[in-house]
T-cell receptor, first 115, second 115 residues
């Protein structure tokens, strides 16, 4: 069975400082991993994905994540936070099933950016 | 614009009403999903359709009834709902498993409030 742990329910950073959102996963298969962002009253937007190619994945809005198999981690980082980054972030692990995909969502991390 | 459109964006209904949520995707995908997002809980997968056939139902109460008339449209029919059903209902779509682990694309959701 798969699972996702997001170690921090809330992270607060100052504008212009680095962002680190942590994600650990467990999977019986070679996983695919995704990060999504959700702004208030909006749906989930894909930030980036890892699907067994390069372990360092670059996404939109300056975010990137590194897949570390030995640590079963897929942490999300950004060098410099912007006010518009304040949102909820979800780490997702996926495997293929007969019907398509099985997405398992983490509980989410709320990112606050202080001026 | 995500390519997945949900209507209505907001819905208030009494427990004895019957209503339907609609989802339409313009991405050429052939799998569609309904999720429930409640406050302080992880996303819950409700239904999965692949190639217009329902392939997963995660023990959802029968007061929720999905319908997928074609690969571009997905409905969620609601009747005699309970107050605990108040939540954000998200629709998503993705490409077939034969293309590997493709990301799911989400609509902005329908905010449902049960009086």
């Amino acid at each position: 069975a798969q699972s996702v742990t997001q170690l921090d329910s809330h992270v607060s950073v100052s504008e212009g400082t680095p962002v680190l959102l942590r994600c650990n996963y467990s999977s019986s298969y070679s996983p695919s991993l995704f990060w999504y962002v959700q702004h208030p009253n909006k749906g989930l937007q894909l930030l980036l994905k890892y699907t067994s190619a390069a372990t360092l994945v670059k996404g939109i809005n300056g975010f990137e994540a590194e897949f570390k198999k030995s640590e079963t981690s897929f942490h999300l980082t950004k060098p410099s936070a912007h006010m518009s980054d304040a949102a909820e972030y979800f780490c997702v692990v996926s495997d293929l099933r007969n019907y398509g995909q099985n997405f398992v969502f983490g509980p989410g991390t709320r990112l606050s950016v202080l001026p | 614009e995500t390519g997945v459109t949900q209507t209505p964006r907001h819905l208030v209904m009494g427990m004895t009403n019957k209503k339907s949520l609609k989802c339409e995707q313009h991405l050429g995908h052939n799998a569609m999903y309904w999720y429930k997002q409640s406050a302080k809980k992880p996303l819950e997968l409700m239904f999965v359709y692949s190639l217009e056939e329902r392939v997963e139902n995660n023990s959802v109460p029968s007061r929720f009834s999905p319908e997928c008339p074609n690969s571009s449209h997905l409905f969620l029919h609601l009747h005699t709902l309970q107050p605990e059903d108040s939540a954000l209902y998200l629709c998503a779509s993705s490409q077939a498993r034969e293309l590997g682990n493709q990301p799911q694309h989400f609509g902005d959701g329908t905010r449902l409030s049960i009086l």
